[in-house]
Nanobody, 120 residues
Framework: QVQLKESGGGLVKAGGSLRLSCVAS????????MGWFRQAPGKQREFVAG????????DYADSVKGRFIISRDEAENTIHMQMNSLNPGDTARYYC?????????????YGPGTLVTVSS
């Protein structure tokens, strides 16, 4: 059983930055493709960014390209997402997930999520 835990959400003004992190725990020795989805009030959950198990492949939603950067720690199933130039449209609950690295994938595991609120 894989468990995911996010951290780093909060309230920020438009133009500001936040850094989200996620730790995955599961089978010892396993490395996972991981990433982020988000869900805004009244909207469907959507892909934000993904990173392969070895960090070689990255993908982003068009809406966050050039503003968000996904990365992972070398030795752990820990990923981060640096979010810059935030705008109110980025307000959502952000969910860490396995194993999607692109928008064409349906996640198998989600964390409980962390709330990001961007004020204008």
């Amino acid at each position: 059983q894989v468990q995911l835990k996010e951290s780093g959400g909060g309230l920020v003004k438009a133009g500001g930055s936040l850094r989200l992190s996620c730790v995955a725990s599961g089978q010892a020795g396993s490395r996972y493709n991981m990433g982020w989805f988000r869900q805004a009030p009244g909207k469907q959950r959507e892909f934000v960014a993904g990173i392969s198990w070895n960090g070689a492949n990255l993908d982003y939603a068009d809406s966050v390209k050039g503003r968000f950067i996904i990365s992972r720690d070398e030795a752990e199933n820990t990923i981060h997402m640096q979010m810059n130039s935030l705008n109110p449209g980025d307000t959502a609950r952000y969910y860490c997930q396995i194993p999607c690295t692109n928008s064409r994938c349906l996640p198998t595991y989600y964390g409980p999520g962390t709330l990001v609120t961007v004020s204008s």
